[in-house]
């Protein structure tokens, strides 16, 4: 079965021409590339034609904007996939962006994570330069350690078990929250959640269109925040708060390149 299996990625991006009013402007006229969305997942090779299909549709009918430049990457997995298990998922009351900041801090100091380190998360999911990952931050110094900072840390290669997003599906349907953004970003907080150095994740989407987010760690689980954000802002990120003596690189091949299958 593993053979059979294959990982695929999706990169949306658009071309933006020199703008005298953008922040996006860069000195040498050179167009600036915005990265409009991505998506990432494992599946068995029959599955490919189905997966494009729907990254395409994606991309087409994205509310971040219209791609020039759309890359599908499929490759087979050569490496046994690693087996872990899903976080819980609760959805907690929240109904403004303060009130979501106020919980979000008080969680996340719950776990030893500084007021330092938690401002400095909030900066990178605040900001409207968004990245295409994650930043990594140490807990305590707040210091942020992603060897490319535009760019972030993608975690990518991780799926789930059929049998498994079955179930899922059924669960998340009673809540009335069974959709391929609930499912997505679960697998993804599951994944980093099993590297014994990462603590806690917050992550807002930067879509303008989803206002829910969501703090996930080993101890609490996948926490959903809903109105993390106000509609049609353009602003979201993802952040890892991460141990101080952590090993950034073996953290980093980690989330990138280990093939990691839910079961
Ligand atoms: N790896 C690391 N960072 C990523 C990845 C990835 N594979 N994909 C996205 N990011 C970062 C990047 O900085 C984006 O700007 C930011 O996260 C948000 O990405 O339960 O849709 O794909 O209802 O817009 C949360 C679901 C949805 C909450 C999050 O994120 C819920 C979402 P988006
Ligand atoms: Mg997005």
Redesign the pocket.
């Known amino acids: 079965m593993q053979a059979s299996k294959i990982s695929s990625k999706c990169k949306v991006k658009s071309v933006k021409l020199k703008d005298k009013n953008s922040e996006l402007k860069i000195q040498n006229s050179k167009p600036t590339e915005i990265h409009i ?2 998506a ?1 997942g494992i599946y068995e090779k029959s599955e490919i034609q189905k997966i494009c299909e729907k990254y395409i549709k994606r991309a087409l009918t994205h509310s971040r904007g219209n791609p020039d430049e759309i890359i599908i990457t499929i490759e087979k997995i050569r490496q046994k996939p690693k087996t872990i298990s899903l976080l819980p998922v609760i959805t907690l009351d929240c109904n403004s962006p303060e009130k979501a900041r106020k919980i979000i801090t008080q969680k996340l100091e719950s776990l030893g994570i500084s007021k330092k380190a938690i401002d400095n998360g909030f900066v990178v999911l605040n900001s409207k330069k ?5 930043s990594l931050i140490l807990l305590k110094s707040g210091a942020r350690v992603e060897p490319d900072k535009e760019r ?5 290669r991780m799926g789930i078990e059929k049998s498994t997003e079955k179930n899922l599906s059924e669960k998340l349907s009673r809540a009335k ?1 069974n959709t391929t ?2 499912k997505e ?1 679960l697998v ?1 907080a599951s994944k980093a959640a099993s590297w014994p150095d990462v603590i806690a994740e917050a ?1 807002i ?3 303008p269109d ?1 206002t ?3 703090i996930a760690s080993k101890e609490f689980g996948y926490l ?1 925040i809903p109105n993390i954000k106000r509609e049609k802002r353009m602003h ?3 952040v890892f708060f991460i141990r101080e003596t952590a090993d950034i690189a073996g953290l980093t091949a980690y989330l990138e390149k280990k093939p990691v299958i839910i079961i």
């Not at 968004?130 to 994650?134: K, P, S």
């Not at 972030?152 to 990518?156: K, L, M, T």
């Open positions: 969305s991505g990432e968004t990245m295409r990952g994650a972030g840390v993608r975690v990518s929250i953004t609930v970003a993804l992550c989407s930067d879509d989803y829910t987010g969501y959903r979201g990120g993802r």
